[in-house]
């Protein structure tokens, strides 16, 4: 016996969502059933509805989420109903390689579940799919109980739900991925959801100096709070790399993209410190668009490589939300917007125009 429950669907390329009521499929075994609490948007929604991520129309957008459990499917035996949890897009079935390789979690059923056509919600009988398996933009969704992350019930869900995708990836990309180490220096493209954390990990890890670089001048208040100790609008610089050479002598010994742009990628490899440097892809290009370098500035011994989710594990995420409530560290100064599902596009537009940092769906409870 199906129920219903209010979503935001996108129903085609670069259309405004539409908020409908959809039917909601029982949990299948091994799934649960989740009332949303808190969702937030992250860039990658918007690649979904704008092309630039593969992704089958119509369907539900959100994967930055905390749901209470409101009912098991059959053998979940590790959650309870009433416990929170972050629904986490990678999953961890425990027995293919890479969740036993103790090096990764890149989980094969991520891609298995990603390829698959199946999805809790219909309309008309018709399949809406849900995206990355989540579709956390329903008042109700069912997921895999393979990717929850308990969390504590007194934990803020306006705040924590940033945890599950943008700030994972950041604190991932810095703590887990590149392993920041203390006074380096730093430069991170894109003052976002995921750049702040990345500013906010390389912070934690003891960086000496970390540059922001954003084309939006009315991130770099928020860049400090997280962090930074220098801006950059580089549209105020004729040649970035030239400019980060200069201010840092031999080069910066970790560069993050987290925008998603082919060249920014390029710059952030040569921006490094040529023997030593990590340069990391984190930002989504558009699927299909290449990425160059020339050879000789890989030679030396830089690092060229990305983050998928800052290459966290279930028991990573969980961590990342003790120490946001240890006070570690804020996300007062991220998440800037608060509105109800109804409200949604306006999140999309606000994150278009740059008007937000972060904006969260809260839903009623
Ligand atoms: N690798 C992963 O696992 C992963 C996870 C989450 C998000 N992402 C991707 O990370 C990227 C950032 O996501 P977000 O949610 O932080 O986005 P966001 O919209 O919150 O932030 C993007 C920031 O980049 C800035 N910007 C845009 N163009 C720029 C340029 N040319 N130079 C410098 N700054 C520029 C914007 O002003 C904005 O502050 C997206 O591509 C998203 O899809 C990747
Ligand atoms: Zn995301
Ligand atoms: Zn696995």
């Keep these: 016996m199906s129920v219903k429950t209010r979503a935001a669907v996108a129903f085609g390329l670069n259309e405004p969502m539409?908020?409908?009521e959809l039917d909601l499929a029982?949990?299948?075994?091994?799934?649960?059933?989740?009332r949303m609490l808190a969702s937030g948007l992250c860039?990658?929604?918007?690649?979904?509805?704008?092309?630039?991520?593969?992704q089958r129309f119509p369907f539900v957008p959100g994967h930055e989420g905390v749901g209470e459990i409101i009912a098991l499917g059959q053998g979940v035996t590790d959650f309870a109903i009433g416990e929170h949890v972050i629904p986490y897009l990678i999953p961890e079935c425990g027995k293919c390689t890479f969740c036993t390789s103790g090096r990764t979690n890149l989980c094969v059923e991520y891609r298995a579940r990603r390829n698959s056509a199946r999805s809790p919600f219909s309309l008309d009988g018709e399949t809406i799919a849900a995206f990355m398996e989540l579709g956390t933009f329903?008042?109700?969704t069912v997921v895999w109980a393979d990717c929850l992350v308990r969390i504590p019930k007194n934990a803020p869900a306006d705040h924590t739900c940033c945890i599950a995708c943008g700030v994972t990836t950041g604190l991932g990309s810095a703590l887990i991925r590149a392993k920041v180490s203390p006074g380096s220096s730093v430069a991170v493209f894109g003052a976002g959801g995921v750049g702040l954390s990345t500013i906010e990990g390389a912070r934690l890890a003891g960086a000496a100096r970390?540059?922001?670089i954003d084309t939006n001048p009315a991130k770099e208040v928020i860049a400090r709070q997280s962090g930074a100790t220098d801006f950059i609008d580089p549209r105020d610089i004729h040649n970035i790399v030239q400019h980060i050479m200069e201010m840092t002598g031999l080069g910066v010994d970790y560069a993050f993209d987290c925008v998603g742009h082919p060249a920014l990628a390029r710059q952030t490899l040569e921006m490094t410190n040529a023997a030593w440097g990590v340069a990391m892809c984190v930002g989504v290009v558009a699927e299909g668009v290449e990425v160059s370098v020339l050879p000789t500035n890989l030679y030396a011994g830089r690092t060229w490589t990305g983050s998928l989710m800052g290459g966290?594990?279930?028991?990573?995420?969980r961590r990342f939300v003790d120490m946001y409530l240890a006070g570690d560290y804020s996300l007062d100064h991220v998440v800037s917007h608060r509105l109800t599902l109804d409200e949604i596009n306006r999140a999309i537009e606000m994150m278009k125009t740059g008007e937000s940092v972060r904006s969260v769906i809260v839903y009623e409870g």
């Design 312 to 317: 966290a594990k279930r028991a990573d995420v």
């Design 26 to 34: 029982d949990p299948a075994p091994g799934q649960v059933m989740l």
């Design 18 to 20: 539409q908020i409908v």
């Design 43 to 54: 860039h990658s929604d918007l690649h979904a509805m704008d092309g630039k991520l593969a």
């Design 210 to 212: 970390i540059i922001a």
């Design 138 to 140: 329903a008042e109700k």
